[in-house]
Nanobody, 121 residues
Framework: QLVESGGGLVQAGGSLRLSCATN????????MGWFRQAPGKERVVVAA????????YYADSVKGRFTISRDNAKHTVYLQMNSLKPEDTAVYFC????????????????WGQGTQVTVSS
């Protein structure tokens, strides 16, 4: 029900834009989040956005480099990633946010299958 796209291989300093498409039932009135999981590490939140885009959250590691946005007409949430670093390499997942802290993975559901982002040095 959530389909991520836009991942790939990019050199350090480059940019990628991830997309997460879903349907009206899931997208309407729900916040959305982007998570990432590097090999051998936990899945952690990268960015999140409220249902109307009025509130956003960014992990400290991506502040100033990543931007989350949403197009409610297209039922799609985006993650613009600039100034990419090798440590950004991970599988990126989108998920629907339900309630509570943006930071807690437990407050999200309806996960996508993920898209691989690899940043070479």
């Amino acid at each position: 029900q959530l389909v991520e796209s836009g991942g790939g291989l990019v050199q350090a300093g480059g940019s990628l834009r991830l997309s997460c498409a879903t349907n009206t039932r899931i997208f309407s009135n729900n916040g959305m989040g982007w998570f990432r999981q590097a090999p051998g590490k936990e899945r952690v939140v990268v960015a999140a956005i409220s249902w109307n885009g009025g509130s956003t959250y960014y992990a400290d590691s991506v502040k100033g480099r990543f931007t989350i946005s949403r197009d409610n007409a297209k039922h799609t949430v985006y993650l613009q990633m600039n100034s990419l670093k090798p440590e950004d390499t991970a599988v990126y997942f989108c998920a629907t946010y339900r309630r509570g802290s943006y930071i807690s993975r437990a407050n999200y559901d309806s996960w996508g299958q993920g898209t691989q982002v690899t940043v070479s040095s």
